[in-house]
């Protein structure tokens, strides 16, 4: 993903001491080091599959602002405060509130334009300072209470707005406040309905299957085999964007409609939408090979056509109740 910035402003949010610093002005994106520093945190989640699809409530106060912003109706130092006036009162009635900066920006990406609001959290590290005194030097190791996160830690709370389309996709975290556990930006910030990930739908998936299977006496493992073999057929063969549970439910459950329907009940229940997009991390994830554990402390890894059978491998239950695994056609050990 190729990002091009295009406007960056930084806002501090000291919820301890009560004293922000609302920046009137944006942050220098021809530099270098500030340029890079935003935009790969940028690329690090914005195509994750953590990040969650949402859509704006109707009467939503930041979609407004971000229709003004389109509109040319305000400026984006403006809406970018609104953003962060609106999370310094989410986090300061925390119950434990803890400091942050609040990165606003606009990006390009696929020919999107995205408004991108960026929580980072401050972190304690050491760093030296030098003191002169009476003409000596001093180099002392001082404690720095507002460190930025690196860019090799992925932002655990941000939201992404296509400001065209206003589509949204955010990350989010539980805070209590008030006593009550809120997910601060899809509830204060952005004020919007809010889908399960495809992370979170695809392990709902892959749970839901075992835990069907396990219920009604079927195989746990060959159910979970089942879903990985059907999602890499259909990645090569149809260049699938998305995932249809309903096919997932017939192809893990075929000639089992008790236990089919079961399944779709539960991942409806569940929140898992019909069709579950196909990003990056779920082809890795469901392309990859089946894993055996036993309590003897012996680990088996193996492609998921392989499961059942039996040219590869057999799953053999012995008179005493113990398995055994037998690999066959073996060529060579590495």
């Known amino acids: 993903m190729i990002v091009g910035l295009k406007n960056a402003i930084l806002h501090i949010l000291d919820v301890n001491s009560?004293?922000?610093?609302?920046?009137?002005?944006?942050?220098?994106?021809?530099?270098?080091?500030?340029?890079?520093?935003?935009?790969?945190?940028?690329?690090?989640?914005?195509?994750?599959?953590?990040?969650?699809?949402?859509?704006?409530k109707p009467a939503s106060g930041f979609k407004a602002k971000i229709r003004e912003y389109t509109n040319g109706d305000i400026s984006f130092v403006d809406m970018s405060k609104n953003a962060a006036e609106r999370l310094y009162e989410a986090y300061t009635a925390e119950a434990e509130p803890h400091s942050c900066d609040i990165v606003v920006c606009e990006f390009v990406t696929n020919d999107k334009n995205i408004v991108g609001i960026l929580k980072c959290d401050n972190s304690t590290g050491m760093t030296h300072t030098v003191v002169q005194d009476n003409g000596r030097v001093l180099n002392r190791i001082i404690s720095h209470y507002a460190i930025l996160p690196p860019v090799s830690r992925k932002i655990a709370e941000c939201a992404f707005i296509d400001i065209v389309t206003e589509e949204v996709k955010y990350a989010g975290k539980?805070?209590?406040?008030?006593?009550?556990?809120?997910?601060?930006?899809?509830?204060?910030?952005?004020?919007?309905?809010?889908?399960?990930?495809?992370r979170e739908s695809v392990s709902a998936v892959t749970r839901m299957a075992k835990k069907v299977a396990l219920e009604?006496?079927?195989?746990?493992?060959?159910?979970?085999?089942?879903?990985?073999?059907?999602?890499?057929?259909?990645?090569?063969?149809?260049?699938?964007?998305?995932?249809?549970?309903?096919?997932?439910?017939?192809?893990?459950?075929?000639?089992?409609?008790?236990?089919?329907?079961?399944?779709?009940?539960?991942?409806?229940?569940?929140?898992?939408?019909?069709?579950?997009?196909?990003?990056?991390?779920?082809?890795?994830?469901?392309?990859?090979?089946?894993?055996?554990?036993?309590?003897?402390?012996?680990?088996?890894?193996?492609?998921?056509?392989?499961?059942?059978?039996?040219?590869?491998?057999?799953?053999?239950?012995?008179?005493?109740?113990?398995?055994?695994i037998k690999i066959n056609n073996i060529t060579e050990l590495h």
């Open 18 to 56: 009560g004293i922000n610093v609302y920046s009137d002005e944006t942050l220098d994106i021809e530099n270098a080091e500030i340029n890079n520093f935003i935009c790969r945190h940028i690329e690090k989640i914005y195509e994750s599959a953590s990040l969650r699809p949402a859509e704006f």
């Open 174 to 198: 539980k805070h209590k406040i008030n006593g009550e556990t809120v997910d601060v930006i899809a509830e204060l910030l952005l004020e919007c309905e809010y889908e399960i990930s495809p």
């Open 216 to 324: 009604n006496g079927a195989d746990t493992i060959e159910a979970a085999a089942r879903i990985k073999e059907y999602v890499t057929k259909s990645i090569e063969e149809n260049n699938y964007e998305y995932i249809d549970t309903d096919a997932v439910a017939e192809t893990v459950f075929e000639g089992l409609p008790a236990m089919r329907e079961e399944f779709s009940q539960k991942i409806e229940k569940a929140g898992v939408p019909k069709k579950v997009e196909v990003n990056q991390y779920i082809t890795k994830k469901m392309t990859a090979n089946v894993k055996l554990s036993t309590d003897t402390g012996v680990e088996l890894s193996f492609p998921p056509e392989y499961y059942r059978n039996p040219d590869y491998i057999e799953i053999i239950t012995n008179e005493d109740g113990t398995l055994s």
